[in-house]
């Protein structure tokens, strides 16, 4: 699979398809926030005993989603734990407070479900709510409980991101055992949200066996051109729906666009039509060091536990919570699992000491130049590990970042203007089309930090403040701020 | 005494008119091709500098403010004509080698810059120092600069040779290129040994 | 009002004072400067002539040896022998070069064809290179050369002839210049104003 | 090995504690580096990072004009390879004094300026003159900017240019004859100087034409590395398809020789040479494939690059045709380097619109 001419892809040798297994771990750790929203208080005390499934933790009148409980069993006690922006990676200073309980080993049990094809829209977004699946997207799934900043009227296009582009990341999904699952699903969203145009879009390779998706005319299914897209849902947005004004910033759910994961419909499958709520995450385990699998763990299992055999591992490699070009280094093995994962890549450390290494032919080497023998022999394995590769060196100017960049800018431009606080010229170049991708920062031979410059640019944008969500701690705890107004240079005062 | 002695090397050093103002640059890419040239040029702007400011510091306060301009114009142009006549009577070949560079004295920024800055408004023997600190300044850059470039480009000092019969001149250095070259070198030694302070 | 006229009034004795300052030093120095020139002229006259002098002994020589004619707006020096023979002919040549005008002096036999001597009285050209011109080795070549059919200027090493002499090497459009202003100069004096008929006037004195 | 490593380690270590050694850390740092890579690994993301480095990058080009090397040697003897040592101890103590006053990095640039330096010289060049002019073209080339990455010109022509101006006897007209036949240069040092002309100076001076396998075998006289066009054709393909460079400057800058060349030849038949024999004589090959194409003084954007290699091919054609030079490649490449920024800013200007300042 070629993304900008990169054979990113060559990095994965094995070609099995990923298993789907389950993990059921002896206690889970609940943090009382996971998405978008503001964190809440627990309604349960220690030595209560809980029911998979129960809410444990629910405000309606500040913007947040029900928190459950993920297995059954007793609460074991409620600790302050730290908090990390869960698209930055960034750690916040701010800690929230999460429920620790000790399962019971027993089997969950559905509550239940619903005729899906009776229910009134809003009564499936009450599902949604209730399931809590609402602090999905980047900014939550709108619905009349406060879930989201917007109303479920201002949704115009849901999609559902099911392109796949970073090496060692697979599909959440079965798209054959599991394909009527996740039809019903789409269905779901699209009867809930009767006003929205359903998106689905997946990669060319998987879409062959998905045509009777298309039956419906509320769900349109598209294909991404694996050379021409990032399986950025801002960039799927601009290229495949056409959304225009998304190059001057902003969330999506502004432009009228909720960007949903691929594993949404069938969450909303489960909660919906078998009654159990999102209690269980799935998230991929790829990488050199790890197994090729789907793993279905309870929220709150501590990530040692979630990817369990390769835990021990970790002091070797590098684990990544998210894919290689875009995810964020995990140190500790002990945080749990959150709604939001996606995917766990492990990485190799690079090796200590290479004689000469910049003479070798380079035959396990994948790169974006040809100056590697690797370019000659195509069959060979290609090494992928979380090393520079090389020393941090000035700008050449040689211009790869530009030419991989999926969304035409010039990060080497943004890069220099930006070390030199050229405020008026970075603003010229336009850093909030970037969908950090990270393929600038891959290819760059002087191994110059540009996709977080670039990053670090675009937030000082004017209006592009609330690109990535702010939280702001209060008495009620994490609250995601939402900043309106321009805060860069337009609207200072002399 | 010290005060008569920052006055000068002020001039000649860290308020260098080449160096640091980045006065006269006209002549000083021009003739310093030969140290011959730069010293007379020196010698020139020397005389024609003290003698003006002299001149201005007496007069400064009586003439007024409106045609000050014209009046040191006249002041300099007659010294600098005075000059003129003088090489060409005298020193018939120098005269030749600088051409029209002595004429171009009348419009060198250092000396109407020290007489409005400074003579019109010192005594007579502060203007004389600054005047003699400046006008050596000048001097010392550009035989600076003409060593290094009749050295490189000739092969000779004063006309002497000096590099041995074997030596390839190195044209650059007699052209303008070379003028730009050395001056841009020279001023960075001279910005090295006494760094300019950021303001 | 009364500002105004002190303002003139200070112009006005600056300029004066100024003016009568140049004016006497220039009215000093005239003489001076007038006989600098003339004997610049004089010197490369007899330089190329071959005639030896001294500093001191320049302007008689010049007196007792050349005669100055101006023929047709060109000025032109006969050099006549003891027995009242002419011996010379000298005149400016001029030309464009690589870089600027240069002029300079030739010296003929009186037959027009053969070369005396060459002095360079002005040029532009690049120093090092061109200007390599005013050098005496360059210069000495063209003593005895002809001029007829035409003077060749061509790189060291070429065969030998009576025409030839070798040019500066880099400098191939100044020695080209060169060529050209001494051969158009040359035969501009011989065909148009030395004619063989002019000419006969002026061979014996 | 990697006992080598750590001796090289502990003498940097050693060094730095010592009070006068401590100067020179940075240069047995930077030898180690160079030794032995020492993996990091990359500490925010992506945490996937491609092989390429400068290191390698610079290194590419080197091995592009390898065979241009030898064959410079076939052609001139083992003075080439001498001239190119010289190259590399003249500009490289200019390189790290400068690295050192500055307590900077080396960095891995000068490899390439190094050995394409003198490869751009006349055969006969006097080694004193190889020495003055990289170290020239290090400092006034490169050093005065702010070292690598930040000069404007190409520090390897600005050492030509600067010979070419101040030893206009020594840089144009001592011009030797190719040996061929068998190992010809091979077995000998150096190659009996006899002044002859280079296929554009012949035609500059009389207008004849050299045959065009001569030139495209490179047995005629020329620069060292300049002469065989097969070779350093040869060389241009292995970096472009390498993407080391954009094919868009050497295509561009050909093609526009090519282009107004043949414009020329019929408005100016006497100046402007036939388009077969510019591309194949004198530098404009090894000028377009390893000089035109420096990332760091040509342009960076696509269509920016497409403009440098146009003009370049204009500026050439003409230098060739109308002045007083006959090879006029290195007089347009650093000409052009000059543009290089202005073409960058027109074609952002173009895509993004002027600069706003909202507070001037």
């Given at each position: 699979m070629k993304t900008f001419g990169l054979d990113l892809q060559k990095y994965e040798t094995e070609k099995e398809p990923a298993r789907l297994i389950s993990r059921n771990p002896s206690d889970v750790i609940i943090p009382l926030k996971g998405g978008f929203g503001s964190a809440l208080s627990p309604a349960v005390e220690v030595g209560d005993e809980v029911e998979a499934g129960e809410i444990i933790a629910r405000n309606d009148n500040s913007i947040s989603t029900p928190i459950h409980a993920s297995v059954s069993g007793e609460v074991k006690g409620i600790e302050e734990m730290d908090y990390f922006h869960e698209e930055t990676g960034e750690e916040l200073e701010a800690s929230v407070r999460a429920v620790r309980i000790s399962s019971r080993q027993e089997k969950d049990t559905g509550g239940g479900g619903v005729e899906w094809k009776k229910e009134k829209p809003k009564n499936l977004r009450e599902l949604l709510y209730l399931g809590g699946l609402t602090s999905f997207g980047q900014t939550g799934i709108p619905t009349e409980f406060n879930s989201s900043f917007s109303g479920p009227d201002d949704v115009e296009d849901i999609l559902v991101n099911g392109v796949v582009t970073e090496p060692f990341v697979h599909h959440l999904i079965d798209y054959e055992s599991e394909l009527s699952s996740f039809k019903t699903g789409l269905q779901i969203l699209a009867r809930a949200f009767s006003n929205s145009q359903i998106h689905f879009i997946l990669d060319e390779e998987t879409l062959d066996d998905l045509v009777d998706l298309t039956s419906s005319q509320r769900i349109k299914v598209h294909s991404a051109p694996n050379e021409a897209q990032m399986s950025r849902s801002k960039l799927l947005a601009r290229e495949v729906l056409g959304v225009d004004g998304l190059d001057e910033g902003g969330y999506l759910l502004e432009h009228g666009v909720l960007a949903l994961s691929e594993v949404v419909p069938l969450m909303t499958y489960r909660t919906v039509v078998e009654g159990v709520?999102?209690?269980?995450?799935?998230?991929?385990?790829?990488?050199?060091?790890?197994?090729?699998?789907?793993?279905?763990?309870?929220?709150?299992?501590?990530?040692?536990?979630?990817?369990?055999?390769?835990?021990?591992?970790?002091?070797?490699?590098?684990?990544?919570?998210?894919?290689?070009?875009?995810?964020?280094?995990?140190?500790d093995m002990k945080r749990p699992i959150g709604k939001e994962l996606r995917a766990i890549t492990q990485l190799e450390k690079p090796e200590e000491s290479e004689f000469l290494s910049w003479l070798q032919t380079g035959l396990t080497k994948n790169s974006y130049t040809n100056a590697f023998f690797s370019a000659l022999v195509p069959g060979k394995e290609k090494k992928a590990d979380a090393g520079l590769h090389g020393e941090k060196r000035p700008c050449v100017y040689c211009g790869y970042c530009s030419d991989v960049c999926p969304v035409d800018i010039l990060p080497y431009q943004i890069y220099q203007t930006h070390s030199h606080e050229m405020v008026d010229e970075v603003n010229r170049l336009q850093p909030q089309r970037c969908v950090d991708c990270g393929l600038c920062s891959y290819v760059c031979p002087s191994k110059l930090p540009l996709s977080s410059t670039v990053r670090e640019a675009k937030q000082e944008q004017p209006g592009e403040a609330n690109n990535y969500v702010e939280y702001e701690e209060t008495e009620e705890g994490l609250v995601p701020v939402v900043i309106e107004s321009d805060q860069g240079r337009g609207e200072e005062v002399e | 005494m010290n005060k008569t002695k920052d006055l000068f090397m002020a001039g000649l050093w860290e308020d260098n008119p080449v160096f640091r103002q980045m006065l006269g640059l006209c002549i000083t890419l021009a003739i310093t091709n030969k140290v011959a040239n730069g010293v007379t040029m020196g010698v020139a702007v020397f005389f024609v500098l003290t003698a003006s400011s002299f001149v201005v510091s007496l007069i400064g306060d009586t003439v007024p403010r409106r045609v000050r301009i014209p009046v040191f114009m006249l002041v300099i142009a007659t010294f600098v004509t005075l000059v003129y006549i003088f090489l060409q009577a005298f020193f018939m070949p120098l005269s030749q080698a600088l051409g029209a560079y002595v004429g171009l004295i009348i419009t060198n920024c250092i000396i109407l810059g020290r007489l409005e800055s400074f003579s019109s408004e010192n005594s007579p023997w502060d203007s004389l120092v600054d005047a003699a600190g400046v006008a050596t300044g000048f001097a010392f850059a550009l035989i600076a600069m003409s060593v290094v470039r009749e050295l490189l480009g000739f092969g000779t000092l004063f006309g002497i040779q000096v590099m041995g019969p074997s030596w390839t001149p190195w044209v650059s250095m007699i052209l303008a290129p070379g003028g730009f070259l050395v001056l841009g070198l020279l001023i960075w030694v001279q910005r090295a040994i006494s760094p300019v302070e950021e303001e | 009002?009364?500002?105004?006229?002190?303002?003139?009034?200070?112009?006005?004795?600056?300029?004066?004072?100024?003016?009568?300052?140049?004016?006497?030093?220039?009215?000093?120095?005239?003489?001076?400067?007038?006989?600098?020139?003339?004997?610049?002229?004089?010197?490369?006259?007899?330089?190329?002539?071959?005639?030896?002098?001294?500093?001191?002994?320049?302007?008689?020589?010049?007196?007792?040896?050349?005669?100055?004619?101006?023929?047709?707006?060109?000025?032109?020096?006969?050099?006549?022998?003891?027995?009242?023979?002419?011996?010379?002919?000298?005149?400016?040549?001029?030309?464009?070069?690589?870089?600027?005008?240069?002029?300079?002096?030739?010296?003929?036999?009186?037959?027009?064809?053969?070369?005396?001597?060459?002095?360079?009285?002005?040029?532009?050209?690049?120093?090092g290179l061109g200007a390599r011109i005013t050098e005496e080795w360059f210069l000495n070549q063209f003593k005895g050369k002809e001029v007829e059919p035409r003077l060749l200027i061509v790189k060291s090493g070429a065969e030998e002839a009576n025409n030839k002499v070798d040019a500066i090497t880099g400098a191939t459009r100044t020695s080209k210049a060169i060529q050209g202003l001494i051969n158009d100069d040359v035969k501009h004096v011989r065909n148009d104003i030395l004619t063989d008929k002019v000419m006969e006037g002026y061979l014996n004195e | 090995m990697n006992k080598l490593d750590e001796l090289m380690s502990d003498v940097a270590d050693y060094t730095k504690g010592h009070p006068y050694l401590q100067h020179i850390t940075e240069v047995v740092e930077t030898v180690r580096a160079i030794v032995f890579h020492h993996g990091e690994a990359a500490s925010e993301s992506p945490f996937l990072r491609d092989y390429i480095e400068i290191k390698r990058y610079m290194f590419a080009v080197v091995l592009a004009v390898l065979p241009a090397t030898f064959a410079a040697i076939y052609f001139y003897g083992w003075r080439a390879l001498a001239m190119i040592a010289i190259s590399y101890v003249a500009g490289g103590i200019a390189e790290v004094t400068f690295t050192l006053v500055r307590k900077e990095e080396i960095t891995e640039g000068f490899l390439v300026t190094g050995i394409l330096f003198p490869l751009i010289l006349p055969p006969s060049t006097p080694y004193w003159m190889v020495a003055?002019?990289?170290?020239?073209?290090?400092?006034?080339?490169?050093?005065?900017?702010?070292?690598?990455?930040?000069?404007?010109?190409?520090?390897?022509?600005?050492?030509?240019?600067?010979?070419?101006?101040?030893?206009?006897?020594?840089?144009?007209?001592?011009?030797?004859?190719?040996?061929?036949?068998?190992?010809?240069?091979?077995?000998?040092?150096?190659?009996?100087?006899?002044?002859?002309?280079?296929?554009?100076?012949?035609?500059?001076?009389?207008?004849?034409?050299?045959?065009?396998?001569?030139?495209?075998?490179?047995?005629?006289?020329?620069?060292?590395?300049?002469?065989?066009?097969?070779?350093?054709?040869?060389?241009?393909?292995?970096?472009?398809?390498?993407?080391?460079?954009?094919?868009?400057?050497?295509?561009?800058?050909?093609?526009?020789?090519?282009?107004?060349?043949?414009?020329?030849?019929?408005?100016?038949?006497?100046?402007?040479?036939?388009?077969?024999?510019?591309?194949?004589?004198?530098?404009?090959?090894?000028?377009?494939?390893?000089?035109?194409?420096?990332?760091?003084?040509?342009?960076?954007?696509?269509?920016?690059?497409?403009?440098?290699?146009?003009?370049?091919?204009?500026?050439?054609?003409?230098?060739?045709?109308?002045?007083?030079?006959?090879?006029?490649?290195?007089?347009?490449?650093?000409?052009?380097?000059?543009?290089?920024?202005?073409?960058?800013?027109?074609?952002?200007?173009?895509?993004?619109?002027?600069?706003?300042?909202?507070?001037?």
């Open positions: 709520p999102f209690i269980r995450n799935r998230f991929s385990l790829g990488g050199p060091l790890a197994e090729n699998l789907i793993i279905e763990a309870p929220i709150g299992t501590t990530l040692g536990q979630g990817i369990s055999s390769s835990a021990e591992e970790s002091d070797r490699g590098v684990t990544i919570a998210g894919g290689p070009l875009t995810g964020q280094k995990m140190e | - | 009002m009364k500002e105004e006229i002190w303002m003139v009034a200070i112009l006005v004795l600056v300029a004066t004072i100024s003016a009568g300052l140049l004016g006497f030093v220039n009215v000093t120095t005239r003489p001076i400067i007038k006989k600098n020139e003339v004997r610049k002229l004089r010197e490369s006259v007899l330089e190329s002539l071959k005639v030896d002098y001294t500093a001191d002994n320049l302007e008689d020589k010049f007196e007792s040896e050349i005669k100055t004619k101006k023929l047709d707006g060109k000025e032109i020096f006969f050099r006549y022998n003891d027995s009242g023979e002419l011996s010379a002919v000298a005149f400016k040549v001029t030309g464009s070069g690589f870089q600027g005008p240069i002029s300079g002096l030739i010296s003929l036999k009186p037959d027009l064809k053969k070369i005396i001597g060459l002095e360079m009285l002005s040029q532009q050209e690049t120093p | 003055v002019g990289i170290i020239v073209g290090v400092i006034l080339g490169k050093e005065v900017f702010g070292g690598t990455g930040y000069n404007i010109f190409n520090p390897a022509l600005v050492g030509r240019v600067f010979l070419t101006i101040s030893f206009p006897v020594a840089m144009s007209s001592r011009w030797v004859p190719p040996l061929t036949g068998g190992w010809a240069g091979f077995t000998q040092y150096s190659v009996d100087t006899i002044t002859t002309a280079t296929p554009l100076g012949v035609f500059a001076n009389s207008g004849t034409l050299a045959p065009l396998r001569e030139l495209f075998l490179g047995t005629i006289p020329g620069c060292l590395g300049e002469s065989s066009a097969l070779l350093v054709i040869a060389g241009g393909i292995f970096l472009m398809l390498a993407k080391i460079v954009d094919w868009r400057i050497p295509v561009a800058y050909l093609g526009s020789v090519f282009l107004f060349s043949t414009l020329g030849m019929f408005l100016w038949p006497n100046q402007v040479a036939p388009p077969l024999f510019q591309l194949l004589a004198g530098g404009l090959l090894f000028g377009a494939m390893f000089m035109a194409t420096d990332p760091v003084s040509s342009p960076t954007t696509k269509e920016g690059r497409w403009v440098y290699g146009v003009f370049l091919g204009v500026m050439t054609v003409s230098i060739r045709a109308f002045s007083g030079y006959p090879e006029g490649v290195q007089f347009s490449i650093l000409l052009m380097n000059m543009f290089a920024p202005l073409m960058d800013e027109m074609v952002m200007t173009f895509r993004y619109g002027p600069v706003q300042k909202p507070y001037k």
